[in-house]
C-alpha cells in the first residue's frame, strides 16, 4: 500500500540520506561550536524519513486518513 507520491517520496530519501549524512561526518567537521554537537546525533533520525521515502508508505499518513496519492473514484454504472 502507498500513500506517497513520487515527489514525497524523493524528498523524504534525500531529507534521509543528508540527515544521516551529517550525524555519519557531523563530528568530524568544525562547522559548529562544541556546544551544538549533541545535535548531531537527531541526524539518525534520518533513518524514519528515509524508510518511508523507500517504501513509499507513511504509517502518520495511513493512521490519519490521509496521503499524498490521489484516490481514483471507480463509479459503477447501472
Not at 568544525?30 to 549533541?38: L, N
Request: with cysteine; charged share 15%; hydrophobic share 50%.
Amino acid at each position: 500500500m502507498c500513500n506517497l507520491s513520487t515527489f514525497s517520496q524523493i524528498f523524504r530519501i534525500i531529507l534521509g540520506l543528508i540527515l544521516i549524512a551529517l550525524a555519519w561526518f557531523g563530528p568530524e567537521t568544525s562547522i559548529i561550536d562544541y556546544e551544538w554537537m549533541e545535535l548531531w546525533n537527531f541526524g539518525w533520525l534520518g533513518f524514519i524519513p528515509l524508510i518511508s521515502g523507500l517504501a513509499a508508505f507513511c504509517p502518520v499518513y495511513a493512521v490519519l486518513g490521509c496521503g499524498h496519492k490521489h484516490k481514483h473514484d471507480h463509479k459503477h454504472e447501472h
